[in-house]
């Protein structure tokens, strides 16, 4: 098979990008200032006994590299320890938060790809232009606005409209399907709207530049020679060799997307990873830190995996 | 080094000496958005720098009462400690630019360093530095940069640091293949073979020609570094005690402004920051634009469709 070991390579790539996270993870940690102990047991005058059974019930008596290594052992078997401000396990307090930030997300990226890819194109096409004038310099606009202010300002706009904050109405009593699924729909809205304007004005300044560069190549010249439509030249010419890059930047950009979250959560207090990270600062909960911050990285890596062999199956070109 | 000195004497003629007035000339020309961007970014750096002379009221004097209304004495109306939002907005200005101008410096520095040695180099130190790069690069900034200012606790000093430790891979990157062009060529050669040591051939001839590249690197760094401290301001992890433009935000938002209907106290930061990060993209992508040749060639989008001139273009045509 093509380029076997350039997938093999990738993998062993992201496996050891991982396994760095994991020892920035660890390493951080123990980093932070005070002794461990005062930190963990909360008790700012405990009695040396207190604080030595706390040490062993902590295993932070063992040497750093015995506790790296236990660290590392109960990570592989999906322990991520306990929360502090809710005792209860980070795994699967991650897992709730998880469920609930992908579909928001995910509403927010698409809207994101398809407004961004349209306008990109559209400015790219009419170079030139008022048209391209207009797109670009509504991209740059959004492209620009910190996310969380964004967000503020739909929420002044939308005030009374649609709902500002959480994920469903808590005073809905036994609601039909119908209803719930329009309420949850209703305060989906306005966090993927910011989550997708921000995206959108990224990728459309994006896509407009990969598509003049392709734009500007000769079989462009040769399919207008030729006499094909306009719509046929720039979908199955142009917008296909700009896809390359396109699809490279939006996957570089999903490091943008887990930063976006964060702030897009704590605006509307949806209750995602994002919102556990604002929280798990604020109580300074750091097993909660640690862990969605593992989550995030790890996402982050998979999804980079899986742009870099997206682009080696859309590009015949990469042998290596 | 008897390796390639008599050869292409042709090809060292043919790269078009281009002075520093030349670059900042044709970025112009070429981009007249260039004006736009350095022209607001002045803006703002005189209004920051001047917030002692020019600022209208004291920074810690209430003027009036708790989110005051825009009015004829206080035109952006006045924030959650009564204090003038124009004055606010001028020494937050002062902040967010020290914070970050200083975050991108670190970056610039370290970035500078890694890429220049890994392109002057090559070989496994190249290698090694572009693996690390690697890593850095995938590994998402904002989430990191929280627990570290988290763990660190809020101070100006750390945020600066930790913005300035994670922004440095993209710099690296493009500085490194910079470098391992300029390296090939002749003049470097015979800078080498002269006798000349690795330092000064990096300071006399690499660092020259890589500078124009790394300040337009430098442009869209300060654009990052700024949003990154607006986003940690909000989630609560700056100086408290600094009045950032971030932090005008967090305070807006925590102290209700929304829902007090006091608009004034929680648009202008923003519009203020994006300023600041749309003035940087356009100054720092326009001299990119004039400086990469590989975005120079025509772009022969379809309504302006001529051929493309292969011949009595320099180098970048071939």
């Given amino acids: ?188 809205a306005l966090p993927s709207l910011t989550l997708g304007l921000v995206l959108y004005g990224e990728y459309t300044l994006i896509v407009r530049s990969a598509m003049l560069e392709t734009l500007g190549e000769d079989y462009i010249l040769t399919a207008r020679a030729k006499g094909f439509r306009a719509g046929a030249i720039l979908r199955r010419h142009a917008l296909r060799n700009a896809m390359l890059p396109i699809a490279t930047l939006i996957a570089l950009s999903l490091g943008y997307i887990v930063a976006g979250a964060i702030l897009v959560e704590t605006v509307f207090s949806w209750p995602g990873i994002g919102r556990a990270v604002y929280d798990a ?3 300074r909960d750091y097993p909660m830190l640690q862990g969605a911050f593992l989550l995030l990285t790890v996402s982050v890596v998979f999804f980079n995996l899986v742009a870099d062999l997206l682009y080696f199956k859309l590009d015949p070109r990469i042998t290596t | 080094m008897s390796v390639v000195l008599q050869e292409p004497a042709a090809l060292d003629d043919a790269v078009p000496v281009r002075s520093r007035r030349g670059i900042v000339w044709e970025t112009v020309k070429r981009r ?62 002062r902040i967010s630019l020290v914070v970050g101008f200083a975050a991108t410096f670190v970056s610039m520095v370290i970035g500078g360093a890694i890429g220049v040695t890994a392109g002057y180099f090559g070989g496994k130190v190249d290698t090694i530095l572009m693996r690390i790069t690697d890593y850095f ?90 949003f990154d401290e607006t986003a940690l301001a909000f989630l609560g992890l700056s100086d408290p005690s600094r009045i950032s433009l971030g932090k005008m935000i967090e305070n807006a938002f925590q102290r209700a402004a929304i829902s007090t209907g006091a608009w004034w106290a929680i648009v202008p930061p923003g519009v203020l920051v994006a300023v600041i990060i749309l003035a940087c993209s356009l100054l720092g992508g ?33």
């Avoid at chain 1, 380029?3 to 993998?11: L, Q, T």
């Avoid at chain 1, 660290?71 to 991520?80: E, V």
Wanted: glycine share 8%; no cysteine; aromatic share 8%.
């Fill in chain 2, 32 to 93: 007249p958005s260039a004006l736009v961007g350095a022209g607001l970014l002045a803006l703002v750096i005189v209004g920051a720098v001047l917030a002692p002379v020019l600022a209208p009221y004291d920074l810690h004097e209430q003027v009036g009462p708790v989110f005051g209304r825009p009015s004829w004495s206080h035109p952006l109306g006045l924030d959650d400690g009564g204090i003038d939002m124009v004055t606010l907005l001028m020494w937050g200005a």
């Fill in chain 1, 1 to 188: 098979m093509r380029g076997a070991d350039y997938i093999v390579k990738r993998i062993v790539f992201a496996l050891l990008t991982v396994f760095v996270a994991i020892t920035i993870n660890f390493a951080l940690f123990r980093l932070a200032p005070g002794s461990a102990v005062t930190n963990l047991a909360r008790v700012p005058h405990a009695t040396p006994e207190t604080r030595l059974a706390i040490k062993r019930q902590f295993g932070l008596d063992k040497s750093k590299w015995q506790q790296y290594w236990i660290y590392l052992g109960q990570l592989f078997r999906g322990n991520l320890g306990v929360s502090f401000a809710n005792s209860q396990p980070v795994s699967s307090n991650l897992r709730t938060a998880l469920i609930n930030t992908l579909p928001m997300v995910l509403i927010g990226t698409v809207f994101a790809i398809v407004l961004g890819t349209l306008t990109g194109v559209i400015a790219a096409w009419r170079r030139g232009t008022k048209t391209e004038g207009a797109s670009v310099t509504t991209a740059l606009a959004f492209y620009s606005m910190p996310t969380h202010w964004l967000g503020l300002m739909l929420v002044i706009l939308f005030a009374g409209v649609l709902p500002t904050g959480g994920m469903s109405n808590e005073f809905l009593l036994n609601p039909s399907f119908s209803t719930h699924v329009k309420d949850l729909a209703e305060h989906i």
């Fill in chain 2, 286 to 318: 326009a001299i990119e634009d004039a400086l990469n040749p590989r975005l120079r060639v025509a772009h022969l989008s379809a309504r302006t469709f001529r051929l493309r001139p292969l011949v009595g273009r320099g180098p970048e045509a071939l």
């Fill in chain 1, 281 to 283: 600062v604020l109580q």
């Fill in chain 2, 137 to 226: 690069l995938v590994i998402p900034d904002v989430p990191l940069m929280i627990i570290v200012a988290a763990i660190w606790g809020p101070s100006l000093f750390h945020i600066v640091i930790v913005i300035g430790i994670l922004l440095w891979t993209s710099t690296a990157r493009v500085i490194r293949a910079q470098v391992k062009s300029v390296r090939e060529r002749v003049y470097v050669k015979r800078a080498r073979s002269l006798g000349a040591s690795h330092m000064r051939v990096v300071l006399r001839h690499v660092l020259p020609q890589v500078a124009p590249l790394l300040i337009a690197n430098t442009v869209l760094t300060i654009a990052v570094a700024i």
